[in-house]
């Protein structure tokens, strides 16, 4: 019999998928750690092993938590030391080692501006840099790496010949799911834009102000910049959310909400489209369509609360941290060691 992985995820807690990680692997009896600094947002989910401040502190603890896992997983294209100096001493110990990457760290401006007539350029996504990065973590690895979804494959299939996707992570148990009212006479509208540009709020703003000058009656709440727990409490209200318009994929935002029981307006590139399941719940827009699409869900509202319950069990099928877990130690198991 297999003794079980011991999983550390680091270095960072980016949108809080490696400490949702760490806390769906220890829900299916995996022993697993997320060793990151607090994240800003604070997030319900923490980093179980706070990245202590001060360079000498942080190396003492990270030089620990390596020695105690099996399985080291690396975010965003990061390590815990610089030159991943970290990564190959633990490879060649015997650990076991895969790098998941999130988007910006790999994207290729060259090659996004080719396929996504939308796309906004975000500071650091560099053709240069991206293929450094790629090539260094393809040596290290023996060609394993992860993503959530697809939207990356023209990226890593030149330069990982393994290339694992096991969905974005949350935890569908705290999200009770409060659906669009059919009866509501002024829906609320809800876009959470964690950067303003890349996810088209300014598209966004002037769809929703088109609608409201042709008397549809809306309310639009635009959440930016507050703590998790505050934004939640706003996305409950919600009928209809949009998650972006310019990146090509949706995000954790819209994994959120549809655990709530939202119905997520989304631009998903068409090339992009069939590699999710069938039945994904998500309306699709584009920048030119928003305001038509927008018009016309708002008016059946019977259908939103319908595209609300399928999204709910939509994001409990396929993006609960547990569900996700089992997928990650498939992975594991696959990696040399």
Known sequence: MT???RVLHAPIDIA???????????????????????????????????????????LRAAAGAVRSHDVLHLHYGQSLVRGAIDARLARRLGRRIVVEFHGSDVRMPSVERERNPHYVWLEGEDDAVATGRMRRWS???DGHAIQCDH????????????????????????FAPA??????????????????????????????????ADGVPLEYVEVHGV?????????????????????????????????????????????????????????????DTLAGVLADWLARPADLAERGRA??????????CRVVAQRLLDVYEQLPR
């Not at 809080?16 to 697993?32: C, K, T, V, W």
Request: charged share 15%; glycine share 4%.
């Open 227 to 287: 703590a998790h727990a505050q934004a939640q409490a706003l996305y409950r209200r919600a009928d209809l959310v949009i998650d972006q318009l310019c990146s090509g994929s949706h995000g954790v935002f819209a994994v959120e909400a549809m655990s709530l029981g939202k119905p997520v307006v989304c631009y998903v590139l068409p090339e992009l489209v069939p590699t999710f399941p069938p039945d994904l719940p998500l309306i699709l827009a584009t920048p």
């Open 151 to 174: 939207s990356l494959d023209r990226f890593l299939d030149p330069w990982f010949p393994h290339v694992h996707v096991v969905g974005h992570r949350i935890d569908t148990r705290r």
């Open 3 to 5: 003794t079980p992985p």
């Open 16 to 58: 809080n998928q490696p400490a949702l990680s760490a806390y769906g692997l220890r829900e299916i009896g995996i022993q697993a750690h997320c060793f990151a600094a607090l994240h800003p947002l604070r997030y319900e989910q923490s980093p179980d092993i706070v990245a202590p401040a001060g360079r000498l502190p942080f």
């Open 179 to 212: 659906y669009p009212n059919p009866a509501a006479r002024r829906p609320v509208v809800v876009h959470s834009p964690s950067t303003i540009a890349a996810k088209g709020t300014p598209i966004v703003r002037a769809a929703v102000a088109a609608l409201q």
């Open 311 to 320: 999204s709910r069990a939509y994001a409990e099928r396929e993006h609960d």
């Open 139 to 141: 040596a290290i690895t």
